[in-house]
């Protein structure tokens, strides 16, 4: 089905086309299962330093909601629920949403999903974090996509995005490494003319009325198969950002 706004109807048909693969660790979406515990541990220490939580608890972030924006299969609104967030995970491609809704059912994992970009939602609906992993470089308007994101955040909620930055190291292994030598993904998943640098992510979050806090990159490890958080931001990046107000 095609989304009116900033989903883009290829980008839909594309990730549609693999939706029967995101739960299966060494199928198509195998980078993102490789990518999901960095993810996970940069994310509950940002929220618990934000939110005072204690990060070593098992379920610290009881009470918040959580937004999760092109949730996909669900790889990431599962375990962000165990964590203890209400999590609303919204994706424009039905059929990515019938798998995570399976999945979650199948796991006892209580997340709320719905057919729907973010433009689309209640304007009234807030909350206290917002989450855009892996999507504005698929969206056919990143600060339009960011501006209607941001909306739904509480004031003094958090923002927390990935994406990759524009450069030839990026092109290098992201575009040709990743789909044309090693064939993580499929060719053509990615076009380097969208990867957005982070001085760009950070001005259209500030143009959404959300001040950028942090900016940390995310390298893979080959010898150990393993991401590991780093300093350089010249291809994988995640940011963080909070709401005005």
Request: net charge neutral.
């Amino acid at each position: 089905m095609s989304q009116p706004g900033t989903a883009s109807p290829e980008e839909i048909a594309r990730f549609t086309a693999m939706a029967e693969a995101w739960w299966d660790p060494h199928g198509k979406f195998k980078p993102l299962h490789k990518f999901n515990p960095v993810r996970l541990a940069f994310m509950r220490r940002e929220f618990a330093r934000h939110f005072g939580r204690d990060p070593e608890a098992a379920r610290p972030f009881e009470g918040l909601t959580l937004l999760d924006v092109g949730s996909g299969g669900g790889l990431l609104s599962e375990p962000l629920a165990e964590m203890g967030f209400t999590v609303t995970g919204i994706d424009a491609g039905e059929k990515n949403v019938a798998i995570a809704r399976l999945h979650a059912e199948k796991s006892g994992v209580p997340v709320t999903y719905r057919v729907a970009t973010p433009e689309q939602l209640d304007p009234e609906l807030r909350f206290d974090v917002v989450l855009s992993m892996e999507v504005v470089e698929h969206v056919t308007d990143v600060a339009l996509f960011l501006e209607a994101a941001c909306a739904r955040l509480k004031p003094g909620g958090m923002f927390v995005g990935a994406t990759m930055n524009r450069t030839p190291k990026a092109w290098l292994l992201a575009v040709v490494g990743a789909e044309y030598v090693l064939r993580w993904l499929p060719r053509g998943t990615h076009d380097w003319h969208k990867f957005v640098r982070p001085s760009e992510f950070a001005r259209m979050l500030r143009g959404a009325g959300v001040e950028t806090r942090r900016q940390v990159g995310v390298a893979y490890n080959p010898l150990l198969d393993v991401w590991r958080e780093t300093d350089s931001l010249e291809v994988n990046y995640l940011v963080t950002g909070v709401k005005e107000g």
